[in-house]
């Protein structure tokens, strides 16, 4: 099954994270710290959009991208 074009994609560089938790800060909802310290998605993007969108302009590793829809 290929994914929804209709839906916000969101991608963590795992090599760029380094866990400082500012995108939980921004989108709780969204995202966690894995056991390795990185970032990952735990929840739906598109409930949150301008929430996540915050979380990856704050990221300070730049760690965090949006493809948006369309």
Same mark, same amino acid.
């Given at each position: 099954?290929?994914?929804?074009?209709?839906?916000?994609? !969101?991608? %963590?560089d795992a090599q760029r994270?380094?866990?400082?938790?500012?995108c939980g800060y921004w +989108? *709780? $909802?969204?995202?966690?710290?894995?056991?390795?310290? !990185?970032? %990952?998605?735990?929840?739906?993007?598109?409930?949150?959009?301008?929430?996540?969108?915050? +979380? *990856? $302009?704050?990221?300070?590793?730049?760690?965090?991208?949006?493809?948006?829809?369309?």
């Amino acid at each position: 099954m290929s994914p929804d074009p209709q839906r916000l994609r !969101v991608e %963590v560089d795992a090599q760029r994270c380094m866990g400082s938790g500012n995108c939980g800060y921004w +989108a *709780a $909802e969204v995202f966690d710290l894995g056991e390795d310290q !990185v970032a %990952v998605v735990v929840g739906d993007p598109d409930e949150h959009r301008d929430r996540v969108r915050l +979380a *990856a $302009e704050h990221c300070p590793t730049h760690a965090i991208s949006l493809v948006s829809p369309g």
